[in-house]
Antibody, heavy 119, light 107 residues
Framework: QVQLVESGGGLVKPGGSLRLSCVAS????????MSWIRQAPGKGLEWISY????????YYADSVKGRFTISRDNAKKSLYLQMSSLRADDTAVYYC????????????WGQGNLVTVSS | DIQMTQSPSTLSASVGDRVTITCRAS??????LAWYQQKPGKAPKLLIY???SLESGVPSRFSGSGTGTEFTLTISSLQPDDFATYYC?????????FGQGTKVEIK
């Protein structure tokens, strides 16, 4: 079955960096567009980044543009989110999600990974 | 950016009730709308895509309708497992936004 497993979260100081990973199984990873979506504690969902199947096209929400970088390694069936210049308002659970209908909706999600930005 | 507004924010209902949640887009999104269910501490789960298509494995008591700027999610007969928070999500020009969520509580 489709499985997305995230790792790499934790506590980081403001201004610091962190790299999230998401390993896929149960489907042909290279055939799917992927995204990162986050949820601040007690808040709603916010899409933050998208990457095409080959990795050549990426998009970002304004809230993370210039600070976060999405990438993928299809050979390793892995998705990444490099986060830098982290701020307190980046504190959230981060989900990787598989694009459905091409990339219009999100049909499978990882379990979520908490990133806490605090001094 | 397209804004999505859900109503109500909270809904109190009983098992067996018919429940309707509304989602409005700030501009037309055709049928590029999805609905998700999220339970505490869990990832969201896709229920409906392309406004009215039921995701595989989702009970038929869930249905979606609408096009353009106004959409609804209906649960025909609320079950104990359905108490959760529901989100709508739109897609437009490589930008995705979610509604603020509707929490369905036990009355």
């Amino acid at each position: 079955q489709v499985q997305l497993v995230e790792s790499g979260g934790g506590l980081v100081k403001p201004g610091g960096s962190l790299r999230l990973s998401c390993v896929a199984s149960g489907f042909i990873f290279s055939d799917y567009y992927m995204s990162w979506i986050r949820q601040a504690p007690g808040k709603g969902l916010e899409w933050i980044s998208y990457i095409s199947t080959g990795g050549s096209t990426t998009y970002y929400a304004d809230s993370v543009k210039g600070r976060f970088t999405i990438s993928r390694d299809n050979a390793k069936k892995s998705l990444y989110l490099q986060m830098s210049s982290l701020r307190a308002d980046d504190t959230a659970v981060y989900y990787c999600a598989r694009g459905g209908g091409g990339f219009v909706w999100f049909d499978s999600w990882g379990q979520g990974n908490l990133v806490t930005v605090s001094s | 950016d397209i804004q999505m507004t859900q109503s109500p924010s909270t809904l109190s209902a009983s098992v067996g009730d018919r429940v309707t949640i509304t989602c409005r887009a700030s501009q037309s999104i055709s049928s590029w709308l999805a609905w998700y269910q999220q339970k505490p501490g869990k990832a969201p789960k896709l229920l409906i895509y392309k406004a009215s298509s039921l995701e595989s494995g989702v009970p038929s008591r869930f249905s979606g309708s609408g096009t353009g700027t106004e959409f609804t999610l209906t649960i025909s007969s609320l079950q104990p497992d359905d108490f959760a928070t529901y989100y709508c999500q739109q897609y437009n020009s490589f930008s995705w936004t979610f509604g603020q969520g509707t929490k369905v509580e036990i009355k």
